[in-house]
């Protein structure tokens, strides 16, 4: 699991209205007659599996991006005041996808791929209405070293290549990434994202809160079903975490994991409530009766 500062939800993850639930409702509303609303929707489930914007190498944008602008803000990952040279998030965006401000209306989401697997996403719009920047330096580092190292878990590592940095951002704001080690850029649907990480059928109240928290805070570096982050475990396939750890472990491990591995790149997530670590945990749970593993095949 990842998180940077204090994590304070806000935005609800989209799980209704959406993807086949919103698209059906062409059959159940009329509008169509039933041999042409099948065909509509047949041909959205194909565009639903395809990615809105494919992977942009970030360092072929930039290449092409003219001067840098620089930045002084409040490091969340140095915790002190530091200062960048890079270039403007959504300058790049706008560069890499002429679509994007489209893509945006519909509720896509931004992907952050990193060297080491990290992988966090973070709503588009959003994306587009602050004032991100990729970092393409540190300031207050020599043009021939410029990258200050930091430790991360056991090992001494910087942002480079790239770090994306929010200016006017509270670093504990979670609805926004901080991704270092940022190689590349991609666009996806929700759907497409999040679909085989989606509780089953009949799931409980606590399950589906939990599924949002899960994409808020966890999805970065744990998959579900093979949905989510690289960086840390899978969390479902082929046995579910909740199998193989007694519960009270969990819930310990998830609120302080260095109290159980000395060095853990996973921060601790002491900071979310009770109720919060509840309904991660119920759908964990819940996740046991929907297994799928390579090739959308149930496992």
Same mark, same amino acid.
């Given at each position: 699991?990842?998180?940077?500062?204090?994590?304070?939800?806000?935005?609800?993850?989209?799980?209704?209205?959406?993807?086949?639930?919103?698209?059906?409702?062409?059959?159940?509303?009329?509008?169509?007659?039933?041999?042409?609303?099948?065909?509509?929707?047949?041909?959205?489930?194909?565009?639903?599996?395809?990615?809105?914007?494919?992977?942009?190498?970030?360092?072929?944008?930039?290449g092409t991006a003219g001067p840098a602008?620089?930045?002084?803000?409040?490091?969340?990952?140095?915790?002190? *005041?530091?200062?960048?040279?890079?270039? @403007? !998030?959504?300058?790049?965006?706008?560069? /890499?996808?002429?679509?994007? $401000? #489209?893509? =945006?209306?519909?509720?896509?989401?931004?992907?952050?791929?990193?060297?080491?697997?990290?992988? *966090?996403?973070?709503?588009?719009?959003? @994306? !587009?209405?602050?004032?991100?920047?990729? /970092?393409?330096?540190?300031? $207050? #580092?020599? =043009?021939?070293?410029?990258?200050?190292?930091?430790?991360?878990?056991?090992?001494?590592?910087? *942002?480079?290549?790239?770090?994306?940095?929010?200016?006017?951002?509270?670093?504990?704001?979670?609805?926004?990434?901080?991704?270092?080690?940022?190689?590349?850029?991609?666009?996806?649907?929700?759907?497409?994202?999040?679909?085989?990480?989606?509780?089953?059928?009949?799931?409980?109240?606590?399950?589906?809160?939990?599924?949002?928290?899960?994409?808020?805070?966890?999805?970065?570096?744990?998959?579900?079903?093979?949905?989510?982050?690289?960086?840390?475990?899978?969390?479902?396939?082929?046995?579910?975490?909740?199998?193989?750890?007694?519960?009270?472990?969990?819930?310990?491990?998830?609120?302080?994991?260095?109290?159980?591995?000395?060095?853990?790149?996973?921060?601790?997530?002491?900071?979310?409530?009770?109720?919060?670590?509840?309904?991660?945990?119920?759908?964990?749970?819940?996740?046991?009766?929907?297994?799928?593993?390579?090739?959308?095949?149930?496992?």
């Amino acid at each position: 699991m990842s998180g940077c500062g204090t994590p304070t939800p806000t935005r609800p993850t989209r799980i209704t209205g959406t993807g086949i639930e919103k698209r059906m409702s062409w059959l159940a509303a009329g509008a169509f007659s039933p041999v042409v609303a099948m065909a509509l929707l047949l041909l959205a489930e194909v565009a639903a599996a395809q990615p809105m914007g494919k992977p942009a190498d970030i360092a072929s944008l930039i290449g092409t991006a003219g001067p840098a602008i620089t930045v002084a803000i409040e490091d969340p990952v140095y915790r002190k *005041p530091k200062r960048y040279a890079g270039y @403007a !998030l959504t300058g790049l965006l706008r560069k /890499a996808w002429p679509e994007v $401000d #489209r893509w =945006a209306e519909q509720g896509a989401e931004l992907v952050f791929h990193c060297a080491d697997g990290y992988a *966090p996403s973070m709503d588009l719009a959003r @994306a !587009l209405s602050a004032q991100g920047i990729v /970092a393409v330096r540190d300031l $207050d #580092r020599p =043009a021939n070293d410029p990258w200050e190292p930091f430790t991360r878990g056991k090992e001494m590592i910087t *942002p480079a290549p790239f770090y994306l940095v929010w200016p006017a951002i509270d670093g504990a704001d979670t609805n926004y990434k901080w991704p270092y080690q940022l190689v590349s850029l991609s666009i996806e649907s929700f759907d497409r994202r999040y679909e085989k990480a989606t509780p089953p059928h009949g799931a409980s109240d606590a399950a589906q809160r939990g599924f949002r928290l899960f994409v808020q805070q966890c999805a970065s570096c744990h998959s579900v079903n093979l949905a989510g982050g690289d960086l840390g475990p899978e969390l479902n396939v082929p046995r579910n975490v909740t199998e193989y750890w007694l519960p009270e472990h969990l819930a310990a491990f998830i609120k302080a994991p260095d109290s159980y591995r000395t060095g853990s790149k996973m921060p601790g997530f002491g900071h979310l409530a009770e109720a919060e670590h509840a309904a991660i945990l119920a759908y964990l749970r819940a996740m046991r009766e929907r297994k799928i593993c390579f090739g959308g095949k149930a496992c």
